[in-house]
C-alpha cells in the first residue's frame, strides 16, 4: 500500500467537553491500566477523586495520545514518555516567544 492508498483516521477534541476514562481509552487505543498508570505518573492530570469521578481535558487527551504514540512507536517507557511530551511543550513555548519577539 503506497501512502496514498493509506486512509487518515482521527477525532477532533473540543477543549471545551471532558472526557471520561473509557473515552480516553477508545481515543487512545488503549486500556484501562495504561491510562490509571498515566495519571500516577503524572502524564495526565484528571479532574476528579476516584477513577469514576476522573474528567480529563482535551489537552490532557491530546497528552495521552502523544504519550501512546511515543511508547508504541519509539518502544520508551512511560516516564521516558512523559519527558518527551515536557520537552515538547517547552520546545512549543518557545517557538511561540520566538514569534511574539519577531
Known sequence: MSWRDEI???????E?????IEAVCRICHTDRD????MV????VDPRGRRMQEWRFSGVAVR??????RIQQELGVNLAGAAL???LLEELEALRQRLKRLD
Not at 471545551?16 to 471520561?20: F, G, K, L, S
Not at 500516577?40 to 502524564?43: A, E, F, L, P, T
Not at 497528552?63 to 501512546?68: I, K, L, N, W
Open 8 to 14: 487518515l483516521n482521527g477525532e477532533v477534541l473540543d
Open 16 to 20: 471545551t467537553i471532558e472526557y471520561d
Open 34 to 37: 495504561m491510562v490509571v498508570e
Open 40 to 43: 500516577s505518573q503524572g502524564v
Open 63 to 68: 497528552r495521552a495520545q502523544v504519550a501512546t
Open 84 to 86: 518527551a511530551l515536557d
